[in-house]
Nanobody, 123 residues
Framework: QVQLVESGGGLVQAGDSLRLSCAAS????????MGWFRQSPGKEREFAAA????????YYGDSVKGRFTVSRDNAKNMVYLQMNSLKPEDTATYYC????????????????WGQGTQVTVSS
């Protein structure tokens, strides 16, 4: 029902910042809990961040707490992931996801997914 397109990935140095964007179309954006996941070769998909429908509550994986900030602009159907103090271990393909509930989003059940954007952090 909703299509998601990520952008903003790139190659940066450790300690740098990067802002990812996810544009949503179709469906009713404000009805979705939005989130970000990441995956690198040979590793399982990892939860990075999520944000409630109105943007009031944010959730973060332990590995990114204090460094990443998720936000959304429902008027523009956009969700963002501000990544600061990047580390080489943050290197991954980052995926935007939309889910009906936070629990569902975390589990991946019923999520809509973007195509992913690559983030590479050099040491």
């Amino acid at each position: 029902q909703v299509q998601l397109v990520e952008s903003g990935g790139g190659l940066v140095q450790a300690g740098d910042s990067l802002r990812l964007s996810c544009a949503a179309s179709g469906g009713t954006f404000s009805r979705y809990v939005m989130g970000w996941f990441r995956q690198s070769p040979g590793k399982e998909r990892e939860f990075a961040a999520a944000i409630s429908t109105m943007g009031i509550t944010q959730y973060y994986g332990d590995s990114v707490k204090g460094r990443f900030t998720v936000s959304r602009d429902n008027a523009k159907n956009m969700v963002y992931l501000q990544m600061n103090s990047l580390k080489p271990e943050d290197t991954a393909t980052y995926y935007c996801a939309a889910g009906g509930t936070y629990t569902g989003l975390r589990s991946g059940d019923g999520n809509y997914w973007g195509q992913g954007t690559q983030v590479t952090v050099s040491s």
